[in-house]
């Protein structure tokens, strides 16, 4: 199956400008859920990439450990915290977020496990899932079905092998994932070089990014951006495309400044901004 190549002309179809009228209040709020002890860091992370690409309000909600570290890293960002110290014990709170991610740095700790569960029963918001969340699916199937339609996920390969299996080939990746994506009614952001998109039967392929990605965080990011596009009321699947490619683009941006080796995650997010500027350039 031929993939749709994700460049500026089809990243253009689906961007949608900031309108001129517009307040926090509907810029959308977006909720990350991660973190236990000694990965505060993935969720300052995330938050941070939420809020530089564009929604009004982000929340985190983390164990009481990263309390001090996320308010002091980003003061712009809520912070909400568990009743447990080191790790996530029991997801609750009284926001009403438009999307939600979790799981950067959520550990798996087995309460983090049953609070994971009992939040994906109640669940109703549009969800991106990511890291720690992911394996924990992995060690527990049958909680996938709790999944909504349209729900993004996005593993690295060895979080997706350990959701669907080894494969032999590349098209064989491709295909165990379609049929994954169909079975689950997922939008599944295969991540990679390049990074591949499934959504049922349509394969996209990202054009943007290098291997300066190849850096501890640099998922994280991506996590934050896709929840705050999912925020902003874009569609599930054009989330997914745009913040894949604008992640790209950031490393594109910053790589003859800081050449592959020194690239790291906060240089994603301190590009957000000039991968954003460049969709409004006439090249
Ligand atoms: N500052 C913080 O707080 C940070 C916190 N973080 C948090 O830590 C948690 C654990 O996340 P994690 O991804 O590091 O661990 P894990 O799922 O065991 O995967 C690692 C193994 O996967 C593989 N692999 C990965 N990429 C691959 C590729 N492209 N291509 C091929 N293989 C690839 C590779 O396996 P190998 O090839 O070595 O067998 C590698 O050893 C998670 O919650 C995350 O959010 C981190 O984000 C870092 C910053
Ligand atoms: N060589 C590469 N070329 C392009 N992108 C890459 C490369 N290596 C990693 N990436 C990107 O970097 C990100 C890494 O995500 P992940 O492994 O979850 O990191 P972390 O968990 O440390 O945040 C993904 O978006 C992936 O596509
Ligand atoms: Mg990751």
Known sequence: MNPIFIDKIEI????????????????????????????????CLSSKAALKSGCGLVTAFIPKCGYEIVQ???PEVMVLTDVQEKFISNITFDIKPQAIGIGPGIGQEVATQTAFHEFLKTNKTPLVIDADALNILSQNKSWLSL????????PHPKELERLIGKWNSEPEKIE??????KQYHLIIVMKGAPTHIIDGDTIY????????LATAGSGDVLTGMITSLLAQSYEPINAAILGVYLHGL???????????QSFVASDVIANIGKAFLSLENKD
């Open 12 to 43: 253009l179809k689906l961007y949608k400008r900031v309108d001129t009228h517009t307040h926090k209040g509907i810029q959308g709020h977006a909720l990350i859920i991660g973190g236990s002890y000694g990965k505060i860091g993935a969720v």
């Open 72 to 74: 002091i890293s980003i």
């Open 147 to 154: 999944l909504h339609p349209k729900t993004i996920i996005t």
């Open 176 to 181: 165990k994932t379609i049929t994954f994506s």
């Open 205 to 212: 392929e990202n054009t943007t990014g290098n291997a300066a």
């Open 250 to 260: 950031t490393a594109d941006i910053a790589l003859p400044e800081t050449g592959y």
